[in-house]
Nanobody, 129 residues
Framework: VQLQASGGGLAQPGGSLRLSCRASGFDLDYHGIGWFREAPGKEREGVSCISSSSGSTSYADSVQGRFTISRDRAKNLVYLQMNSLKPEDTAVYYC???????????????????????WGRGTLVTVSS
């Protein structure tokens, strides 16, 4: 199982970035993907997720209406489109999955982030003018 996140960088407040998570070694039809972020001095938090079979999505309140998660099952890719970026979105972003716990359970606050067994290397997002 491998997850590879990419697409981070520097954006101005109000700008946009699109993150990509490439999954290998498992099928997105059977396992959901979550996006998480960790800002300096803060605990890692769930940002968004997409469930496996239904494709239902969830978002943290802080990004609702600004971020959109989507997936391309043919390419085993999951995207996080981030619009209207704010300085407080600055963090290292990770994608993660688990074969027993739905990542959406973490994003919805029912589980802690360390319930996820598989993590990609993070990608840094910096929002600054």
């Amino acid at each position: 199982v491998q997850l590879q996140a990419s697409g981070g960088g520097l954006a101005q407040p109000g700008g946009s970035l699109r993150l990509s998570c490439r999954a290998s070694g498992f099928d997105l039809d059977y396992h959901g993907i979550g996006w998480f972020r960790e800002a300096p001095g803060k605990e890692r938090e769930g940002v968004s997720c997409i469930s496996s079979s239904s494709g239902s999505t969830s978002y943290a309140d802080s990004v609702q209406g600004r971020f959109t998660i989507s997936r391309d099952r043919a390419k085993n890719l999951v995207y996080l489109q981030m619009n209207s970026l704010k300085p407080e979105d600055t963090a290292v972003y990770y994608c993660a999955t688990d074969f027993e716990t739905d990542p959406c359970a973490v994003v919805r606050g029912m589980k802690r982030y360390y319930a996820m067994d598989y993590w990609g290397r993070g990608t840094l997002v910096t929002v600054s003018s």
